[in-house]
């Protein structure tokens, strides 16, 4: 054939797998990102629990989590400790959100003396479309 057209294909199978652990990296840390995000919010705002008195002062009071609320937050130091990271590369990378004080997981499960107040596994419930979608969107 003088006048046809001749095509050819190749796959540069390199190419695409260096695209596909770097979008699947990416991916891994957007959604570490949104379950952050969640728990954050889990432990901000108002609580419906028994008002304590602020030790040390007179006058001041907060509202403390009721069975099965997120924790209430005075000072804001498990809110601020919760942090994410991404370990590994490329398709074996992992997403991690967790805070390193001891008292997250006694908040989170409870203990034998307390209910739990649930704050991560709410951040995860929370973003589970979410993250859903940005995997969904990494396979298009």
Partial sequence: MSNGINIKMTLDFANIEAYMDQNWEKAMLKAAMRVHRGVTRALSGGRSG???KVPGTKAKYYKASRPGESPASRLGHLRTSYKYLVKGKG???IGYVGSPLDYSHYLE?????MAPRPHLKV???NAD???KKIFKDFYK
């Fill in 129 to 131: 479309a979410d993250v």
């Fill in 123 to 125: 951040a995860f419930k």
């Fill in 91 to 93: 398709m074996d990378a």
């Fill in 50 to 52: 028994k008002l304590y």
């Fill in 109 to 113: 499960y409870g203990t034998y003396k």
